[in-house]
């Protein structure tokens, strides 16, 4: 009961925060209640009272296997580090797990049926941040948070770091067109993160969220300066609706082509397709 009011609290919250900004400060012309909106409460819903609770004890698992380790000096030696330089550190590493994390999730049929899940959302607003199966939720926490385990990070600043990284989350999905002007070469923006959700374009770019900086670093940067218009799968995906149907979809028939077929490797076929003939 207690756990079920949390989670209606923490709701009002964010929509007393976030429906406000998106009414005043609107990148798409959108109703409250949009297409799939039920269904992303319902994930919203799913996240807080049944799939949190394993995400952290996967996560105090492997940091009491990481804290077995021979890491005494490692951390020693960080820990002599000026508190500035170390915090910056961790999250540029972090930043640079959870790119290739993403990144890879957009290529890797195993880890595409699992992520997809996420890309299945019609319109972006603050609540379909939560439209995420929970098993690449449980994947993409560990491995942004991995490396600061290994740094020795106490668990409840490691929580904070969390806290603070799902409400960036929220933020970047909303309908707010916010950008943060000349501090947009370090700071992600809901623009940026928007274009990752575009159909055509999506799979290939804008894999970071806090920051550009590793997008730009590996060629994956993409900011045209304004809002796509189309969000969702490509039209060649069979998208499944509904919460327990898309939370199911990744384990049924998993040789069907929609869930091997990742956008990287719908990008090589266009590519075969328009490549001249030999003559």
């Known amino acids: 009961m207690i756990l079920a009011l949390n989670a209606v609290a923490f709701l009002a919250v964010l929509a007393a925060i976030f429906v406000p900004l998106e009414r005043l400060f609107p ?6 209640r949009r297409a799939e ?15 949190t609770a394993p995400v952290v004890a996967v996560l105090v698992a492997v940091h009491e296997r990481v804290d077995a380790l021979p890491l005494g000096g490692l951390r020693d030696a960080i820990a ?17 797990c959870i790119y290739w994390a993403h990144r890879l999730s957009h290529s890797v049929p195993l880890l595409w049926r699992f992520h997809r899940v996420h890309h299945t959302a019609p319109r972006l607003d603050w609540l379909a ?36 990284r799902g409400l960036w989350a929220v933020y970047i999905h909303s309908n707010v067109a916010w950008t943060p002007g000349r ?6 923006s809901s623009r940026l993160h928007h274009w990752h959700h575009e159909p055509e374009v999506g799979g290939r770019v804008n894999f970071t969220n806090l920051s550009p900086l590793m997008d730009k670093l590996f060629g994956t940067y993409h900011d045209p300066g304004r809002m796509p218009e189309r969000y969702g799968l ?12 898309q939370l199911a979809d990744p384990f049924i028939d998993p040789f069907r082509g929609s869930l091997v077929s990742t956008p990287r490797a719908r990008n090589r076929r266009s590519a075969l397709r328009l490549r001249p003939a030999r003559r």
Do not use: C, K
């Not at 910056?88 to 640079?96: E, T, W």
């Not at 449980?138 to 969390?162: C, D, Q, S, W």
């Not at 490509?234 to 149907?245: K, L, Q, S």
């Open 27 to 32: 990148a798409h012309r959108q109703r409250v």
């Open 37 to 51: 909106w039920g269904t992303d409460l319902l994930f919203f819903l799913g996240q807080q009272l049944l799939w």
């Open 80 to 96: 002599a580090l000026p508190l500035g330089v170390q915090l910056v550190g961790a999250i540029l590493i972090s930043d640079l």
């Open 129 to 164: 941040a939560y439209r995420e199966h929970p098993l690449d939720n449980v994947y993409t926490r560990l491995v942004e948070n991995l490396p600061l385990l290994v740094l020795g990070t106490p668990l409840h600043l490691l929580a904070g770091f969390m806290i603070f």
């Open 183 to 188: 501090l947009a070469v370090l700071v992600g």
């Open 234 to 245: 490509a039209a060649e995906d069979d998208v499944p609706h509904g919460y327990v149907r």
